[in-house]
């Protein structure tokens, strides 16, 4: 007797869940397909940044988030969730098999981290100038390694200040390349209405300290009636690593970064991303902790107290989802 497939509010709760992940320029680069009680994700290539991500590792750790975020849904449900990471290295866009199996035990713990999936958005405004208390720096990392990655938070004024020199750095690289800054032309600042890409309130204002730790989308390119604000002096930056660096590893670290930002949601914090130096080939192995040199890095974030911002869109389901016919069993 094959075991029933999930309700059809079951599958929209779980996959709105999954689709209010991150992604690199809100570019969404994923699809699900929904057989039974199995989801699988895949990569969608033509939302991959070709030049801002040449090598996809941004686009797989954008999977990955919002692989955790299914999880997380699927605990909520009171479902248990295996996922099974690259079930076919034949198949290069399918990224995970998820199958929902019996009665979960961490429906409880999951709830809060449920609650954190709206109320999570990317937040480029400034931050109030405190640091991160010891007992919510301790949750970010505990949740990083609960997805077999690291965050290190950088408080020391001299690492930060190298790591936003590094940041500072990779801008100047961008600006002489003009593949990016098209392509963030076509991704950034986009008008109201689209479902895709961030639109202008969402940009942030300007930072009046040109030295400021934030990172400006729209660079170089004028958004009319962008406010300019001074950022907080003294950030709070954290660097998520891996122990590897291959594409099993680019969805843990997905995983990680989710599970970072939610347990950030439910602290009262809010984050902002610093991937610049990360992007460029010949800065991303710096930005490891020279004292320390474990791990890949695979993101950099601002974390801090912030004021409340509006989410960013989303592309409907329908966009996003593939259903099958009929519904199957588990493995089927």
């Known amino acids: 007797m094959t075991a029933p497939g999930i309700s059809p509010r079951e599958s929209d709760l779980l996959l709105a869940a999954a689709t209010a992940a991150p992604s690199l320029h809100n570019s969404q680069p994923w699809v699900f397909e929904v057989t039974g009680r199995v989801v699988d994700l895949y990569a969608d290539p033509s939302r991959q940044l070709s030049h801002t991500d040449p090598d996809g590792r941004e686009l797989l750790v954008s999977c990955g988030a919002a692989l955790l975020n299914l999880r997380v849904a699927a605990a ?50 400034p931050f109030e100038d405190r640091p991160v208390p010891r007992d919510a720096a301790d949750a970010l990392v505990e949740a990083a390694s609960l997805e077999s990655a690291e965050l290190s938070l950088v408080t020391h004024e001299a690492e930060r200040a190298r790591l936003v020199s590094l940041v500072h750095q990779a801008d100047l690289q961008r600006d002489l390349d003009p593949g990016l800054a098209t392509e963030a032309a076509r991704w950034t600042g986009v008008p109201a209405g689209r479902d895709d890409g961030v639109p202008g309130y969402a940009l942030g204002p300007l930072a009046h300290d040109a030295g400021a730790a934030v990172r400006d989308l729209r660079r170089g390119a004028p958004v009319p009636d962008r406010p300019v604000a001074r950022f907080e002096h003294a950030p709070t930056l954290g660097v998520l690593a891996t122990r590897h660096d291959d594409r099993e590893s680019w969805l843990r670290a997905g995983q990680a970064l989710e599970r970072v930002l939610l347990a950030a949601t439910v602290q009262g914090l809010s984050a902002s991303f610093l991937n610049q130096p990360l992007e460029a080939s010949n800065l991303r192995w710096l930005v490891r902790d020279p004292l320390r040199g474990i791990g890949f890095p695979q993101m950099v974030l601002r974390l801090g107290y912030g004021p409340q911002v509006p989410p960013t869109p989303r592309r409907s389901l329908d966009e996003v989802v593939r259903h099958a016919a009929e519904a199957a069993a588990p493995g089927s």
């Open 76 to 125: 909520y449900l009171g479902y248990e969730a295996h996922a099974r990471l690259l079930p076919d290295a034949g198949q290069a866009t399918w990224l995970a098999r998820v199958e929902l199996t019996g009665r979960s035990r961490h429906a409880g713990m999951a709830a809060a981290l449920y609650d954190a999936i709206t109320l999570r958005h990317t937040n480029r405004q």
